[in-house]
């Protein structure tokens, strides 16, 4: 086995010693495994190597990302058996907290297992991210059954990171059936990861104003579920008025072509109260649409959306990379903002850089 030379620190004519356990270990861990070790490993529920698979995936890097999409291709015979789930909400409704409780209520009532992708904003100033989600989940995260993936949004459109729908389908190939999505936060960009997932849920609180007018008509519109979270002790009963309130707004939306009629439930993260119901209501929601025929329609949506996503994201990527448009873009931008070009002119005038 090679050995690092810094490790060993020997003197010419000296016997040479064997390695530590714990160097041997340490350098184990380096080495890349092959593409069928990852796949294995995956298929294994080896959550390290699941997390190396998905670190290939977020990678940038043109090797990572070949060998990342290879293991990819081979998982996905093993993948599209999870209810997937989609979590969004207002800053501070306890998305993190409830996400917690339904885990819990999934690896220790239920027993089955979990995988939580958790997408924390990219700081649009310095790139950075917090990534939290593990300290705001520790009972989670301590459980064998469960697996949280906080991600960097990285700025990218819908609030949920570039490459979640692919780590989706590397969790399921690792046998997690429960798959939880949590989003950034409520805004015009967060209805995207309605395009992921088979239910989306939308977390909302009482007594914080008017909860109404707080919420895009967009992202309502396609709940699936609203649930009035802190349902406890005081706030118990202005959050079964919210309820009410929601119940009754749901009913002027136009029904879903799936035959699901949304609703709203209340719940607390703090006692765990309401959420065994919540989670019944996504089995019933699958089973619904099992029996009518709309979950597989649903599934082939996704895939088809997935993909021109991806399209317009590589398009986006070629464009600003090519020479040309790199060339002329900061002169094209300036005569755009002294008001000597209009932004339609300029463009075209980049796309035809581009096409040369």
């Known amino acids: 086995m090679k050995v690092e030379e810094s490790a060993l620190h020997v003197q010419a004519g000296t016997p040479t010693p064997k390695p530590s356990p714990e160097l041997i270990s340490r350098l184990q ?19 390290i190597i699941l997390a190396q698979a998905i670190t290939l995936i977020e990678s940038t890097r043109a090797e990572d990302i070949d060998l990342g999409q290879a293991i990819l291709e081979a998982c996905l015979p093993s993948t599209g058996n999870s209810i997937r789930v989609g979590v969004t909400g207002v800053p501070g409704v306890g998305k993190s907290s409830l996400i917690e409780a339904l885990g819990l209520h999934l690896t220790q009532e239920r027993r089955e297992k979990v995988a939580v992708l958790a997408v924390d904003p990219s ?14 989940m520790e009972a989670l995260a301590a459980d064998e059954m469960a697996f949280i993936r906080p991600s960097p949004s990285g700025g990218s459109l819908g609030g949920v990171a570039r490459r979640t729908r692919e780590t989706m389908l590397l969790c399921e190939a690792a046998g997690y059936r429960n798959i939880i999505v949590e989003t950034v936060g409520v805004g015009q960009s967060e209805t995207a990861v309605r395009s992921m997932v088979d239910f989306f849920l939308l977390l909302m609180l009482a007594g914080a104003g008017d909860e109404l007018q707080g919420v895009k008509r967009g992202v309502m519109e396609m709940a699936d579920l609203v649930a009035i979270n802190k349902a406890d002790g005081s706030n118990l009963v202005r959050a079964e008025q919210a309820r009410r309130e929601f119940e009754n707004a749901l009913h002027f939306f136009p029904p879903s072509a799936t035959g699901w009629m949304p609703r709203a439930v209340t719940c607390s993260a703090l006692t765990r109260d309401g959420v065994p119901a919540l989670w019944d209501a996504v089995i019933e929601h699958r089973q619904l649409l099992k029996d009518n025929g709309w979950f597989a329609r649903v599934r082939q949506q996704q895939v088809r959306t997935w993909m021109y996503d991806i399209v317009e994201l590589e398009l986006r990527r070629r464009f600003r990379s090519h020479p040309a448009v790199r060339e002329h873009l900061a002169e094209v931008e300036r005569e755009v903002l002294e008001g000597r070009m209009s932004s339609s ?4 005038r980049l796309l035809d850089f581009y096409r040369t």
């Open 29 to 47: 861990r380096r080495r890349r495994p092959s593409r069928q070790g990852y796949v294995d490993g995956i298929s294994g529920g080896d959550r």
């Open 123 to 136: 700081s649009q100033i310095s790139g950075g991210s917090i990534l939290g989600d593990k300290t705001r």
């Open 345 to 348: 002119r300029a463009a075209n």
